[in-house]
């Protein structure tokens, strides 16, 4: 059979413009600026919410704890890494121990969300990179030092919760009332 001339041109001009479609990529990543950066000397601004490494807080005001040993991160916990023991005291309550595993941990956050205190929050670093799992057991000491360490994230349960709540009353009548006149 004769080859098609007309063919052969339409699959030349295709091959043509996926070579230069090709090439033309190429060429603006060859003179695009690196998105990557020489970390550890250069750091990125991370994220309001980034979900690095837990850590324990204090009350800014009187310097306590702010952990009252409840157990509701452990429970929530999915891979169970957190064991809290509470500690009863006469006008509150502490935990007397808290560890968490941080090499089987998640990062889901749930912990954060459920803590009625903000004593449990993650903090705006992954700087714990380590080659032994022990360091990686983390105490209650060590906990709160690495609150006092880190620039903390956004996030604490009370803000989480408090952005999921419904509408304050105020709120959802003026809604109600620019949904009835527009209607
Ligand atoms: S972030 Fe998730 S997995 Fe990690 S300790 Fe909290 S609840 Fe557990
Ligand atoms: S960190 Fe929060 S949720 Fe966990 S035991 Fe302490 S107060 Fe309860």
């Excluded at 809290?84 to 954060?112: D, I, P, Q, S």
């Excluded at 009370?158 to 959802?172: F, H, I, S, V």
Aim: hydrophobic share 40%; proline share 7%.
């Amino acid at each position: 059979m004769e080859p098609d001339g007309t063919g052969f041109l339409a699959e030349t001009a295709q091959l043509v413009s996926a070579v230069g479609r090709a090439m033309g990529a190429t060429l603006r990543n060859f003179v695009r600026r690196p998105v990557t950066v020489r970390y550890p000397t250069i750091k990125r601004v991370y994220p309001d919410r980034f979900r690095g490494i837990l850590a324990l807080t204090y009350d800014s005001e009187t310097g306590e704890e702010n952990c009252i040993g409840c157990r509701l991160c452990e429970y929530i916990c999915p891979p169970q890494v957190i064991k809290v023991e509470m500690l009863k005291a006469e006008k509150r309550n502490f935990a007397k121990t808290f560890t968490l595993e941080l090499y089987a941990c998640e990062f889901c956050e749930l912990c954060v969300q459920v803590c009625p205190t903000d004593a449990i929050i993650m903090m705006k670093s992954f700087d714990l990179a380590t080659a032994d799992r022990r360091e990686l057991l983390l105490d209650k000491d060590r906990l709160h030092a690495l609150g006092l360490q880190f620039p903390p994230s956004w996030a604490t349960g009370n803000r989480l919760r408090d952005m999921q709540a419904p509408p304050k009353p105020a709120k959802a009548a003026a809604k109600g009332e620019a949904k009835e006149s527009a209607e």
